[in-house]
């Protein structure tokens, strides 16, 4: 061997350290690597929406004539104050929720007939299932880095699934009202025996086995549903039932990234609202003074207040709704491991389909 062939041998023998870069490092390059919540953040870009902040003041506008109709909105009054406008808002959204809560069918308020809480949460679920739907595809776009879609494709992407929607929300409200009425007959049971304590003992324990998966599907609903909105939004092959299965399954096997995810939304949503209710009381005061100056009517600035009034709460909903896209994704990711971007998206050129072949029998005729 030369002095040459040594030397080389030996140059290859010496160890030119760990490439730290395309290990370790390059996995903390971004910090959506170490806090995937971060990814959350870039649902910030649908509340500067303007079509879609106006297809939501629509549903708002839609949903609240019928919630008025039914005569079960007791939120706001009708003319808003501008220093109570925060508290004016929060009640309104307060109400809002509950009207999508299956458990307030059985709040026992005397003032509203269970049968229109009912309506209710059916009139709820039926306007804003599409909507959620729609922004739920782009709250999921956001959050896997992708670009927004067409208004008018995630529109039709929405309406194509809103079926399956409605589904998902009747399926948990069926099963706990065939709950419902075993609970029921067995107190009708209850009332034929008289008062034989050993048997009322045992029948209120068969009203446990009944009543606890009535809790179960009922709080779980809350959560389930608004995800099985978002499953059915975010993946290819829309399904019913699997994505109300994931929903109960990501709350009730990953409760506590469920917390932490909705946490950071929710300072996500408290910061758009803070926002927003500034911009809107800043609006509303200059617009009164505007209307005063040039002597419109009271009935206009009264109207024009009250529009501008319900602005947080449209920009409030839109953020959520796009933030229930984001939260379903690392959920997901969570549960089964499937990475955040590996989301599906709708191929804008889809590829001609292939020129049929004309058969055998076809040819021997000729």
């Not at 730290?20 to 649902?43: K, M, N, Q, S, T």
């Not at 670009?147 to 194509?160: E, H, I, N, Q, V």
């Not at 209307?291 to 709460?313: E, Q, R, W």
Request: hydrophobic share 50%.
């Amino acid at each position: 061997m030369t002095p040459e062939d040594s030397s080389a041998t030996n140059e290859n023998q010496v160890h030119d350290g760990y490439d730290l870069e395309a290990g370790l490092l390059a996995r903390l390059r971004e910090w959506i690597d170490v806090f995937p919540w971060l990814r959350l953040i870039r649902i910030l870009r649908v509340v500067g929406s303007p079509p879609l902040l106006g297809l939501i003041a629509l549903t708002l506008a839609v949903w609240k004539i019928g919630i008025t109709l039914l005569a079960l909105d007791q939120s706001t009054p009708d003319v808003p104050d501008i220093a109570g406008t925060a508290n004016q808002q929060v009640n309104f959204f307060v109400a809002f929720i509950g009207h999508l809560n299956p458990a307030s069918v059985f709040h026992g308020d005397p003032e509203i007939a269970w049968w229109k809480t009912l309506l209710g949460i059916g009139w709820s679920v039926f306007v804003w299932t599409p909507v959620v739907i729609l922004l739920s595809r782009q709250g999921g776009l956001l959050t896997a880095g992708r670009s927004l879609m067409p208004l008018s494709a995630a529109l039709s992407l929405a309406l194509s699934r809103t079926l399956a929607g409605w589904l998902a929300a009747v399926v948990p409200l069926g099963c706990i009202a065939v709950l419902a009425v075993l609970i029921m007959m067995i107190g009708w049971i209850s009332g034929l025996v008289v008062d034989i304590t050993w048997l009322n003992s045992i029948m209120a324990g068969l009203t446990l086995l009944f009543a606890i998966p009535c809790g179960l599907l009922a709080f779980g609903a809350n959560v389930a549903i608004p995800l099985s909105w978002a499953a059915l939004a975010n993946e290819r092959d829309p399904d019913t039932m699997d994505s109300l299965s994931r929903g109960y399954e990501y709350l009730f096997r990953r409760p506590l990234h469920l917390a932490a995810y909705l946490l950071f939304s929710a300072i996500i949503a408290s910061i758009i609202f803070v926002l927003a209710v500034g911009v809107t009381r800043s609006a509303i005061q200059i617009n009164s003074q505007l209307l005063k100056f040039s002597d419109a009517s009271d009935g206009m600035v009264v109207t024009s207040t009250n529009l501008l009034d319900h602005l947080p709460v449209v920009v409030l909903l839109t953020a959520i709704w796009s933030l229930l896209g984001g939260v379903y994704l690392l959920l997901r990711h969570d549960a089964g491991g499937q990475e955040v971007e590996d989301l599906w998206q709708a191929d804008a050129c889809p590829e001609p389909p292939l020129p049929s072949i004309p058969s055998q029998s076809t040819d021997s005729t000729s």
